[in-house]
């Protein structure tokens, strides 16, 4: 079974500690910001899809939801900390009902991923067709495709004149991963996240041992929107406008991709995939020789076939094989596995 | 009466593009069980070949009827020889990597024609009904259709390679035993899906403004059209259509075009909802 719950929490402190204190002296903390928050969202895809067995193709839904809901509160409220917490409630509850929906339905893989998909298609031409003064909420225009700039960003909680930004606000969101990552952890070793992952290996089993099958996947899906939207938050944030693109089928390409790259079934993997993919995407914005969604897609082709369950968990194996031999214990964090995967 | 007259060609019009745009997707995904997330991209390619093959002079019927179909089922052929052959009956696997396929074809497309917006004219003009111009084109996509539909039910009902890949897909071990090579008749299955996919992009291109990423527009509409359907290959195509088209016409009608897709959409959840095995799940079992 491996380390105790302790010495767990113990190695995550100390290494994302460390990554903290690390990574801005390599990439600035402008883009280090972005990063972090794509690991968040990796990581809510991550949880129900790897360890819930969920394949929802409309995370960017809860995404973008968050993120509205933060823009638009905000520039109601004018301060951001009762904000923040709307754009963790809103996609929750949202999700909760969609999920409602699907589970007690008793839909599966094919239909869920398209009733998803639906779904952010919907609200992304909802929300695109909304340029008209007649859509407001409150003092807020929700201003279709050209999005909603100019809101209240973070500030310290109880003062609206003290913002949060530039490096002290790559600290903000890196903590509150480190943070995320640690209750996903304690969700997991909870026996909670055990019976959702009973639930992945056998629906009809869980069942007939007398747990229901729908709600715990309808609170485990609300659980991953919750993330979603606080990734959704923080992203306002850093932009400083929301537009109707973080809706799209695009954003929703790249969460899959990400996991998948990344490896499923892993706490560690998502982040890393989508840190990883969006540094390199990043990269690759700066050349025009070869555009940028094709290499993405060739990568997603690659790994589909070559490497499906992902780097993370083949980079593991590998260093197992190597070091397993020697007795050595491999490094702990590159590798580290989920335990209940 | 004139209203009424322009009314029925539009839903008649709306009913008919959603049969166009789910047609190859539904003997990809309906008999194959292939989930073809780049179906959109197929019918993408389709028109860029219909703009380019006008673009060197050739007829612009001929380019839309022959050659889109005839590269797309090529481009198709390529794809199921490289990727999709490895993951046959891996759903999960084949959505991830068609969709990993379709951002490889919006990337290629953008190198190539750049991300701009390219577009030819309707060949056919409108004409006027009492105070109304109707498009001209509307009635050609129609007719194009209801060929391609009984083209369809004649080929899987009426011949020998119809019979042979439905027997193939229901079980291939059979028609192996019975002396079929299984993966050729997927492979030409494929083929044919990807020319029906190439097909509808072409007929479709005059009405829109052609840019590599068109394809997205399609394939929502494409997969709950199929998905509706049900197991019945083309009565479910067209009872998913109608009823959709119907819906989002009406909305379209009463409201905007805008409330008319969403309302399109919500029909779909709803449907999907109520009745998980697609209408022909439900109504009209065994046909096919």
């Avoid at chain 1, 895809?45 to 809901?69: D, R, S, V």
């Avoid at chain 1, 990734?231 to 969460?255: D, K, R, Y």
């Avoid at chain 2, 088209?245 to 009608?253: D, E, K, M, N, P």
Wanted: glycine residues 12%; charged residues 10%.
């Amino acid at each position: 079974m491996g380390r105790s719950a302790s010495q767990d929490v113990m190695i995550t402190l100390v290494v994302s500690a460390m990554l903290i204190w690390l990574l801005p002296l390599m990439i600035s903390t402008y883009t280090l910001t972005v990063l972090v928050i794509y690991g968040m969202l990796g990581l809510s895809l991550g949880l129900i899809w790897g360890f819930g067995g969920i394949l929802c193709f409309g995370q960017a839904a809860f995404f973008g939801l968050g993120a509205y809901t933060y823009a638009i509160a905000a520039i109601n409220i004018g301060e951001s900390t009762l904000p923040m917490i709307l754009a963790v409630l809103v996609p929750a509850v949202f999700a909760a009902l969609l999920g409602a929906m699907m589970f007690y339905g008793r839909l599966t893989d094919v239909y869920l991923g398209v009733i998803t998909l639906v779904v952010t298609l919907i609200l992304f031409k909802f929300v695109n067709s909304t340029a008209g003064p007649q859509y407001v909420i409150g003092n807020a225009r929700l201003g279709g495709f050209n999005g909603i700039p100019g809101f209240q960003t973070l500030n310290v909680p109880g003062d609206p004149g003290a913002y949060i930004w530039g490096d002290p606000y790559f600290y903000v969101c890196a903590i509150a991963l480190v943070i995320v990552f640690l209750l996903v952890t304690w969700l997991l070793r909870s026996s909670f996240g055990r019976i959702a992952v009973g639930i992945r290996e056998n629906e009809v089993r869980m069942g007939l041992m007398g747990y229901d099958v729908a709600a715990r996947k309808t609170v485990l899906f609300a659980i991953g929107a919750a993330i979603a939207g606080l990734a959704g938050a923080l992203f306002a944030n850093w932009g400083e406008i929301v537009t109707p693109n973080l809706f799209s089928l695009g954003q929703s390409a790249e969460i899959i991709i990400w996991c998948i790259v990344g490896g499923l079934g892993t706490r560690f993997g998502p982040i890393v995939g989508a840190a990883g993919l969006a540094y390199l995407k990043f990269m690759l914005g700066q050349q025009s020789m070869i555009d940028n969604t094709l290499v993405m897609g060739l990568i997603l082709v690659l790994f589909v076939l070559f490497l499906p369950r992902g780097l993370v968990p083949a980079v593991a194996s590998l260093l197992n094989s190597i070091f397993g031999r020697t007795k050595r214990k491999p490094r702990p964090r590159r590798m580290r596995r989920a335990r209940h995967g | 009466m004139d209203l009424s007259f322009v009314i029925l060609v539009e839903v008649l019009y709306g009913v008919a593009s959603l049969v166009l745009i789910s047609a190859g997707l539904a003997v990809v995904f309906g008999m194959m069980k292939v989930i073809n997330l780049a179906h959109g991209e197929f019918m993408m390619m389709g028109g860029y070949a219909t703009i380019t093959a006008v673009g060197l002079g050739v007829n612009v019927f001929v380019a839309m009827l022959v050659i889109a179909p005839l590269v797309v089922g090529l481009i198709g052929l390529i794809v199921e020889r490289l990727v999709i052959r490895h993951l046959y009956g891996r759903l999960v696997d084949t959505m991830l990597a068609t969709w990993g396929l379709s951002l490889v074809f919006i990337g290629l497309a953008t190198m190539i024609f750049g991300n701009t917006t390219t577009g030819i004219s309707t060949p056919i003009p409108g004409f006027a009904v009492g105070g109304y111009q109707v498009n001209g084109y509307n009635f050609f996509i129609i007719i194009v259709t209801i060929v391609l539909v009984i083209a369809m039910f004649a080929v899987l009902r009426g011949t020998r390679a119809g019979l042979i890949a439905r027997g193939t897909m229901q079980r291939s071990d059979m028609a192996a035993a019975l002396g079929y090579s299984p993966d050729r008749i997927y492979m030409m299955t494929f083929f044919c899906g990807s020319a029906l996919s190439g097909l509808a992009g072409a007929v479709l291109a005059p009405l829109v403004g052609l840019v590599p990423t068109s394809g997205g527009a399609y394939i929502a509409k494409a997969f709950i059209t199929v998905i509706a359907g049900g197991p019945s290959l083309i009565a479910g195509l067209v009872s998913s259509a109608t009823s959709f088209g119907l819906v989002s016409q009406f909305f379209t009608f009463a409201i905007s075009p805008v409330i008319g897709e969403v309302a399109l959409l919500i029909a779909a959840v709803v449907l999907l909802r109520t009745m998980p095995q697609g209408i022909t799940g439900r109504f009209f079992k065994g046909k096919l």
